[in-house]
């Protein structure tokens, strides 16, 4: 097939590659010329198919996605196809798809995980849409998804949003198992019972019900670097998890371990937390047990 890729960082140009060594031909448009196969977005639409071309947008979720569907809008045609994979949240689909729909373009949402390693490892997709808008890029699917059973590395989760909410959902999990690891690390050093922390969590990687993707990672960076000793321990979240919990109160399901895992995440960034101090202080005043100094200002 015949598409163009709008958004060429580290997913975008790794899904190209793995497109063109596919067999599909691929255009890629990004703001960086060094990696853009044309100036511009119009550029790219006119070097596609008229009536039946394909456009997958891999740019940073919110007002530059908009931006990008908003100008497809006005220079691709009916019968055109729009396909989002970047990390919207699930609400911005449905205006999307009506921006397009005027226009008589078909959009699709589309999860995408599998990070670097998707290039050759394959990514996991997650579409939402219309029927007949999937049947019409599953060879693109099929090219980037894993290698063995469709149904293991891609699924039509529904109608427009759909990819995107079962992306959210996904990446909610992920923090919680990412936690989960992250504290058993911690445990076992902390410990000292056990002397060999990486060793120990590498012999989970086969055989138990813990081994995990993630683990093996966390394994490759243990190996690096055992005690994690050139890594600072702030850690960022893409919004994903904050709009998982945000679903959860909204539809009152209980998620205690991803709604801790987003809480922790938030706690990395504290150089002092306000909230321990208040606990100390308050230990303190009612056992007078005893508080540390607080660090003196660098």
Known sequence: MQLGIVGLGRMGANMRERLRRGGHEVTGFDRNPEVSDVESLADLVAALPAGQRVVWIMVPAGDITRGVVTELAALLTEGDLVIEGGNSHYVDDAKHAEILAEHGIGYLDVGVSGGVWGLENGYGLMAGGADADIERA?????????????????????????????????????????????????????????????????????????????????????????????????????????????????????????????????????????????????????????TKPAHPAP
């Open 138 to 290: 599953l060879p693109i699917f099929d090219t980037l998804r894993p290698e063995g059973p469709r149904d293991e590395g891609f699924v039509h989760a529904g109608g427009v949003g759909a990819g995107h909410y079962a992306k959210m959902v996904h990446n909610g999990i992920e923090y919680g198992l990412m936690q989960a690891y992250a504290e058993g690390f911690e445990l076992l050093g902390a410990s000292g019972v056990v002397t060999n922390v990486p060793g120990t969590m590498k012999a989970w990687s086969r055989g138990t019900v813990v081994r995990s993707w993630l683990l093996d990672l966390l394994v490759e960076a243990l190996e690096e670097d055992p005690q994690l000793a050139k890594i600072d321990d702030w850690v960022e979240d893409s919004g994903e998890g904050r709009w998982t919990v945000d679903e959860a109160i909204d539809h009152a399901v209980p998620l205690p371990v991803i709604s801790a895992a987003l809480f922790a995440r938030f706690a990395s960034r504290q150089v002092d937390s306000p909230a321990m101090k208040a606990v100390a202080a308050l230990r303190h005043q009612f056992g007078g047990h005893a």
